[in-house]
């Protein structure tokens, strides 16, 4: 939620991503609240798909 609304896009280099397919790059996914949040973005300025790549994700440690 720390992060929800927190990204925007310069709508002049709308055109460049029309029906593209973006890749976000990240070197560690936690909860992955950034990357949906900036997926969102390219989304809703018209790409065809977003891809996320990343080199590791944090494990939740669950208490018992």
Same mark, same amino acid.
């Given at each position: *939620?720390?992060?929800?609304?927190?990204?925007f896009?310069?709508f002049r280099?709308k055109?460049?991503?029309?029906? *593209?397919?973006?890749?976000?790059?990240?070197?560690?996914?936690a909860?992955?609240?950034?990357?949906n949040?900036?997926? *969102?973005?390219?989304?809703?300025?018209?790409? *065809?798909?977003?891809?996320?790549?990343?080199?590791a994700?944090?494990?939740?440690?669950?208490?018992?």
């Open positions: *939620k720390n992060v929800q609304n927190a990204f896009f310069f280099y055109s460049i991503l029309q029906n *593209k397919t973006v890749i976000l790059v990240d070197d560690v996914m909860s992955g609240a950034t990357l949040e900036c997926a *969102k973005v390219f989304m809703d300025v018209g790409c *065809k798909s977003v891809r996320v790549l990343t080199l994700r944090s494990l939740e440690i669950l208490e018992v």
